[in-house]
């Protein structure tokens, strides 16, 4: 009776061995949505003049810009994540994705900010940040973008609202 027993546990510990480094890799989705009393063009112009600002107030810092390739580093209480974007995008719908890292556990990112108008002059931006981390699990890596994005929204609600 003590043969199967030891098997068992033999057995969970190799697959808690094999479920444990699996398991720290995480995905996160997260977005945010302003509306403002702005027309489509001006918001479009506006945030094409504003891109580097609008990075930055997600906590971001852009370390070097060569044409739209972005070298951009985020504190996380993971630790310090440096990699390259590379910016693109049409009026209205702007991308960045992932080219690679030079420090940190992110294997993949990207976001994306589209405008849409809506009636009477009005709009709205939505903002979708994705992640992928080597190292960290997906609950933390989007706990993580919410906060990113609700330090932009901060900055967006700001720049966006009519006094």
């Not at 094999?18 to 702005?38: H, K, N, T």
């Not at 003049?49 to 060569?66: P, Y």
């Not at 702007?94 to 990112?109: E, I, K, M, V």
Request: glycine residues 6%; hydrophobic residues 35%; proline residues 1%.
């Amino acid at each position: 009776m003590a043969i199967p027993v030891l098997r068992t546990l033999f057995l969970a510990l190799a697959i808690s061995a094999l479920l444990d480094s699996s398991c720290r890799a995480g995905y996160g989705r997260q977005s945010l949505i302003v509306e403002a009393d702005y027309d489509y063009a001006s918001v479009c112009r506006w945030i094409e003049r504003n891109v580097d600002a609008i990075q930055k107030s997600s906590g971001a810092k852009i370390l070097e810009t060569h044409a739209s390739v972005i070298t951009v580093q985020i504190e996380t209480k993971y630790g310090t994540q440096t990699f390259r974007i590379r910016r693109s995008g049409q009026r209205g719908d702007y991308r960045a994705s992932f080219l690679d890292r030079s420090s940190g556990t992110l294997t993949n990112y990207s976001y994306r900010i589209q405008v849409t108008s809506l009636e009477g002059r009005r709009l709205q931006v939505e903002i979708t940040m994705t992640a992928f981390s080597e190292d960290v699990n997906g609950v933390s890596v989007n706990i993580e973008l919410r906060k990113s994005l609700r330090m932009m929204r901060t900055f967006l609600e700001q720049s966006l609202t009519k006094e």
